[in-house]
């Protein structure tokens, strides 16, 4: 039964990072483009950065799928920490850069990405 109310756990804290990668695959253009709005992306060629924006959806829409997976099935477990740490890393990127608490307005965002992590960390703690 605790593996079911983890599964349910893990699947509500991932499922944003899983529908925000489909959504920017359909969208690559715009959101590279809002990628090179924020330094030190805005220093950076176009195609560099659209290389950033498809590993960061990349990692939004398998690391759900993997952490999943793992918990389920133990075969998947490694796959499920490794896809754990990369969603982690890939908030604490998006935290220092995009929502960083000193740029004005994003202050709710950073506190919300902030939650995320610790959600995810405690997900890869719990595999």
């Known amino acids: 039964m605790e593996k079911i109310i983890f599964a349910i756990l893990a699947f509500l804290i991932t499922i944003l990072f899983f529908i925000s990668g489909i959504q920017h695959l359909f969208n690559l253009k715009d959101t590279t483009l809002f990628l090179q709005s924020h330094i030190p992306f805005s220093y950076l060629p176009f195609w560099f950065n659209l290389i950033v924006e498809i590993t960061a959806t990349t ?6 799928i993997f952490i999943m997976l793992g918990i389920i099935l ?3 477990k490694h796959f499920a920490r490794v ?11 998006n935290i220092m850069f995009i929502h960083n608490p000193f740029y004005e ?19 890869e703690e719990n595999l």
């Open 74 to 76: 133990n075969r998947f």
């Open 105 to 123: 307005g994003e202050f709710q965002n950073f506190l919300k990405h902030l939650s995320f992590l610790g959600g995810v960390l405690l997900i």
């Open 59 to 64: 990692i939004e829409i398998l690391a759900p």
């Open 83 to 93: 896809s754990a740490f990369l969603l982690a890393f890939f908030l604490i990127c």
